[in-house]
């Protein structure tokens, strides 16, 4: 009976093995059907997109498209990931496919909205808005670009009404109340904005938007340390969302502080590793802080794993104007302008693009462009009048400036750029009657008493521009510049004592500000007392150590008393201080070479070029120690011809590359450089030397005595005299 029982319970047993077995088999073979990998792929697909790990999500969804091309749900999250990506145009392709095979998908709809709203097809935007709310009137993101395409085209008021009924419908909507506080704020009413976002935070604590918003608005009113407070409560509130640290990070960049934002920076790589805008961040910064290299390094990077990233391009775009290089730049940002056409910032750098070239016609055509689409783009508009003003119509630079103010009647920025084009015409009783409208216009901006009264200082009203930049100096007791001007007019009035009087008294209100320091000491050596100079210097020194311009100040000091070791000395320090500071290579490598340390000054030039290759006082200068001292006269060429890129009206460039040149036995390509060289630098003996030598090798021998006597009279020491005498022995003079 036992071995019966085992027996039945061992068939039992098979059975259950076979059939379990069976199961795990057509499970297999359910999962390698096409089906099965369907669900697998929108499985895992779906996970990557809801961790934001959008690359992986895309390639997921596009395995589907491969195996069912008419999947609309498949096209649908593939332009999903690829917006995330920042890939729009991808994004517009897959979501419109969708809507073709199901037009019943509300949030491809919504997605095609945000795409071309950001496009500025307004009216497109809108349309995509209503279809939604058509067939789910409740839809409170509907409810939310509907408000947004009103509030691009300035329809304020439909705009609240729409943002009104997402927060009726979604009393919790981070967009709406973000939404809300930019339409207020458009308005000019900042503390209802600053209350509305405070509100949207309450009601949406785990998102970033409110939070974000807050500290731009707090930004924009000068309130920084409010602003970094608020999202360093965010990201201690949120510390896995990657927008808090980009957003610190652009505060910090904003602020001139590249190795705070890029610390954020990478933290935010770190909480995003897939995402491109960390890294687009990076390469932004690096650009700005003329890491031209480093940020192309970067940039191709991205574009290896993302060729259409239009960010990338612009920022490509953005390294290769800063290189000079006007035909790499031009095609960037076309290939920015196609793929965002209503990007106004697009069609601002191809027109500045254009003008290195120099295009001017075309530049202004894209600067039209830009206004089109954002009419209250101050830096475009502004371009747009200085291009006119040399080209002989000031009138249409007028108009530019004052359809501005008209955008923009609450802006005090505004009117301060139409009185900075008055004064610069010296028309100034309009100057003075628009910089005081901006005082009307916002009472606390220091910089308005300021541009007032340096418009008074350039009528040669002094006596009206002294209270001015007083005004400035109350609103804003750390406002060096307006002191500045104070000082100036006492010393330009001999009055000495008052000038020092004013610097004291303003450094015991601010008694932190290294930059009120120097300006006591520069007044110091403006007068002479070279000692109480250094002793002012000094002190700011130990104010701020880190601020590299009073050992540029002091080494000037030096170097005037011809403390060359000193001045070498302080000049160093402030290298090492700040090692892309242009100017301090070029004082030092002037000193060695001077001093006769030819291959320190080289050094210190090549240096400079490493930090930026069209630096053209750099390049001028090893051009002329080749030239001089001997070298590749190739490099030198190189070099000269860089540098009159950079500098084509500078007759000191002129002379270098007519020199080399000359060396180079070019003596026809030298003579036209020469001359004009000469005819502008009449009194510096070195030109019109240089000018006589070119002539002798031309056969003029006439003009070859009459530029070297120039040369020899007035009685100066130069490089090369004992030649130009030599060489008019030789002509028989």
């Not at 007019?489 to 009087?501: F, N, P, T």
């Not at 302080?570 to 001077?594: M, S, W």
């Amino acid at each position: 009976m036992a071995s019966a029982r085992i027996s039945k319970r061992f068939t039992v047993g098979l059975v259950l093995l076979g059939a379990l077995t069976l199961i795990a088999v057509l499970g297999v073979m359910a999962l390698r059907s096409p089906q099965g990998r369907v669900l697998r792929y929108t499985r895992s697909g779906d996970g990557f997109l809801a961790a934001e790990r959008y690359g992986e999500a895309a390639l997921a969804f596009r395995n589907i498209l491969q195996i069912a091309p008419q999947s609309a749900q498949a096209h649908y999250k593939l332009g999903v990931a690829y917006l995330r990506m920042g890939e729009p145009a991808l994004s517009y392709r897959e979501l419109t496919k969708s809507l073709e095979l199901d037009g019943k998908i509300l949030d491809a709809h919504l997605k095609l909205g945000e795409i071309v709203l950001l496009a500025g097809q307004y009216s497109q935007a809108r349309d995509q808005a209503k279809f939604v709310l058509g067939k789910d009137p409740s839809n409170a993101d509907a409810h939310v670009l509907l408000a947004r395409s009103m509030a691009a085209t300035r329809d304020l008021d439909g705009a609240l009404r729409e943002v009104g009924a997402a927060l009726r419908t979604a009393p919790n909507s981070a967009p709406a109340y973000t939404l809300l506080a930019g339409i207020q704020a458009a308005k000019g009413d900042a503390a209802l904005a600053e209350k509305t976002l405070r509100q949207g935070i309450a009601a949406a604590p785990a998102v970033p938007e409110p939070r974000i918003a807050l500290a731009n608005l707090l930004m924009r009113q000068g309130r920084r340390d409010a602003a970094e407070q608020v999202l360093k409560e965010a990201a201690g509130a949120m510390p896995r969302r990657a927008e808090i640290p980009l957003a610190l990070g652009d505060l910090y960049a904003a602020e001139g502080k590249p190795v705070e934002a890029l610390a954020q920076y990478r933290t935010a790589q770190g909480i995003t590793p897939r995402s491109p805008v960390p890294s687009l961040k990076v390469a932004d910064l690096l650009v700005a802080q003329g890491k031209l290299d480093d940020a192309r390094v970067v940039i191709e990077d991205i574009l290896a794993k993302a060729p259409q990233d239009v960010t990338a391009h612009f920022i490509r775009g953005k390294v290769y104007l800063a290189k000079g290089d006007a035909k790499v730049a031009i095609e960037e940002f076309q290939t920015v302008a196609r793929g965002r056409p209503g990007d106004a910032a697009a069609r601002y750098f191809l027109a500045r693009a254009y003008l290195v070239r120099p295009d001017i016609s075309s530049a202004k055509e894209q600067l039209a462009e830009a206004l089109k689409l954002a009419p209250r783009f101050a830096e475009a508009r502004v371009a747009l009048a200085q291009l006119q003003v040399q080209s002989g119509d000031p009138k249409a630079a007028e108009r530019q400036l004052r359809t501005l103010v008209t955008l923009e009647p609450g802006s005090s920025g505004a009117y301060l750029l139409l009185g900075d084009f008055y004064a610069g015409q010296k028309a100034f009783p309009q100057a003075f009657d628009i910089y005081q409208r901006a005082i009307a216009v916002n009472p606390k901006d220091p910089t308005a008493h300021m541009h007032l009264g340096l418009a008074y200082r350039a009528a040669g009203r002094v006596d009206n521009a002294l209270p001015e930049f007083e005004a400035a100096l109350t609103l804003s007791p750390d406002f060096v510049d307006a002191l500045a001007q104070e000082i100036q007019i006492y010393l330009d009035k001999r009055d000495v004592a008052a000038a020092i009087r004013r610097a004291e008294s303003q450094i015991e209100r601010s008694p932190k500000n290294s930059r009120l320091q120097m300006l006591l000491g520069a007044t110091y050596a403006a007068v002479g007392q070279t000692a109480k100079a250094e002793e002012a210097y000094y002190h700011a020194i130990s104010t701020d150590p880190n601020d590299i311009l009073p050992y540029l100040r002091l080494g000037d000091l030096y170097a005037r008393e011809n403390a060359n070791e000193m001045a070498t000395r302080k000049y160093e320090e402030a290298l090492r201080l700040n090692p892309r500071y242009l100017p301090t290579y070029i004082v030092l490598g002037t000193i060695n070479d001077r001093q006769g340390n030819i291959t320190r000054a080289r050094e210190l030039y090549e240096q400079a070029l490493k930090v930026n290759p069209n630096f053209a006082l750099a390049a001028n200068n090893l051009a002329w120690s080749y030239a001089v001292h001997g070298g590749d006269l190739n490099r030198a060429l190189t070099l000269a011809q860089t540098a009159r890129k950079w500098m084509p009206n500078s007759a000191y460039v002129a002379d270098t590359l007519g020199w080399v040149y000359y060396k180079k036995g070019l003596v026809k390509q030298a003579l036209p450089l020469l001359e004009e060289s000469a005819q502008v630098l009449t009194k510096a003996p070195i030109v019109h030397y240089h000018l006589g030598l070119a002539y002798y090798q031309s056969g003029n021998s006439e003009m070859a005595k009459r530029e070297l006597h120039t040369a020899l009279a007035p009685k100066q020491e130069f490089e090369g005299i004992d030649d130009a005498r030599r060489t008019l022995t030789r002509l028989g003079d």
